[in-house]
Nanobody
Framework: QVQLVESGGGLVQAGGSLRLSCAASGNAFTINTMDWYRQAPGKMQRELVA????????NYADTVKGRFTISRDNAKNTVYLQMNSLKPEDTAVYYCKADVVVNSRSYRYWGQGTQVTVST
């Protein structure tokens, strides 16, 4: 079993910044891709915000390119999302996802979510 614990959400004014963290813990696992998703108020689906592979390759949603930066510390099994120039439309619950290999089997884990609220 692998647990993902997110932190760093909160309330910020438009134009401000926040940094989210997601730490993975457990026994004998290897993390492949780690992603950040978000679910905006009133929307049923989560949307991919940013992804990073174990080798450091990144991918971003068009809506956050140039404002958000995803990074990871493989030694700490932690992924970060630096969010700058925040807009009210970035308001959402942000979720961390990790694709993990344990004993040669692949699993997908989600964090519990952290609320980000951007005020005007």
């Amino acid at each position: 079993q692998v647990q993902l614990v997110e932190s760093g959400g909160g309330l910020v004014q438009a134009g401000g910044s926040l940094r989210l963290s997601c730490a993975a813990s457990g026994n004998a696992f290897t993390i492949n891709t780690m992603d950040w998703y978000r679910q905006a108020p009133g929307k049923m689906q989560r949307e991919l915000v940013a992804a990073i592979t174990s080798g450091g390759s990144t991918n971003y949603a068009d809506t956050v390119k140039g404002r958000f930066t995803i990074s990871r510390d493989n030694a700490k099994n932690t992924v970060y999302l630096q969010m700058n120039s925040l807009k009210p439309e970035d308001t959402a619950v942000y979720y961390c996802k990790a694709d993990v290999v344990v004993n040669s089997r692949s699993y997908r884990y989600w964090g519990q979510g952290t609320q980000v609220t951007v005020s005007t």
